[in-house]
Structure formats: structure tokens, C-alpha cells
Nanobody
Framework: QVQLVESGGGLVQAGDSLRLSCAAS????????MSWFRQAPGKEREFVAT????????NYADSVKGRFTISRDNAANMLYLQMNSLRPEDTAVYYC??????????????????WGRGTQVTVSS
């Protein structure tokens, strides 16, 4: 089992920045590829960013590329999402998730074994 707890959300204005954190406990954090997803009201949960187990490889959804940065600290069992130049359309609940070992599609939420409860990000115009 892996327990994930997100923090760092809040209400900001368009153009502001936020840094989300995800604290992991349980099974070795470094064993898992980790990702961030988000879900806006009335919409499906969507992939935001992913990072390899070592932190050496990252990938992003086109909608956040160049504005968001995913990172991890395996020694501290922490995952981060630095969000810059925030837009109203970034408003959502943001979730961190641990990718299923042996999974094949990082953008598919059904391929994640563990999820946090989420943190709300609201961006006003």
C-alpha cells in the first residue's frame, strides 16, 4: 500500500504561481512512476504530468507544457508540481497518483494503483 496526501492548493489570480506537494508513505516511493491528474467540475479526470521513478524523465499534457514542472525527491518521499502562469481553465482538483507497476499508458487513470484525495486549485480571472 502507498498513502498519498496532496497539499498546496488554493485560490489565486490568473498569472500567479502555485506549488503542489504530494507526501507519500508506505511502500518504497522510488518504486513508482508518479503523475498528477486534475478534474474540473463536470469533466473527466485528465492527465497533467508524469515523472519516471528516478526523476530523469518527465512528460506533460499539451495544455500545461511550458507552464508546469513535475519533480520528485525520493529521499523525502515527495512529489511536486510547480504551476506557473496559471489560467482560469487550470481550476480543478489536483490529484497525485502512483502508476501501476507494469502499466503501459500513463495518461489513463485506470492504470494507477494509488491516489491521494486531491487538493483544490482555483484560478480567478
Amino acid at each position: 500500500q502507498v498513502q498519498l496526501v496532496e497539499s498546496g492548493g488554493g485560490l489565486v489570480q490568473a498569472g500567479d504561481s502555485l506549488r503542489l506537494s504530494c507526501a507519500a508513505s508506505g511502500r518504497p516511493f522510488s518504486s513508482y512512476r508518479m503523475s498528477w491528474f486534475r478534474q474540473a467540475p463536470g469533466k473527466e479526470r485528465e492527465f497533467v504530468a508524469t515523472i519516471s521513478r528516478s526523476g530523469g524523465t518527465t512528460n506533460y499534457a499539451d495544455s500545461v507544457k511550458g507552464r508546469f514542472t513535475i519533480s520528485r525527491d525520493n529521499a523525502a518521499n515527495m512529489l511536486y508540481l510547480q504551476m506557473n502562469s496559471l489560467r482560469p481553465e487550470d481550476t480543478a482538483v489536483y490529484y497525485c497518483a502512483a502508476f501501476k507497476i507494469g502499466g503501459t499508458n500513463v495518461a489513463q487513470f485506470s492504470e494507477y494503483d494509488y491516489w491521494g484525495r486531491g487538493t483544490q486549485v482555483t484560478v480567478s480571472s
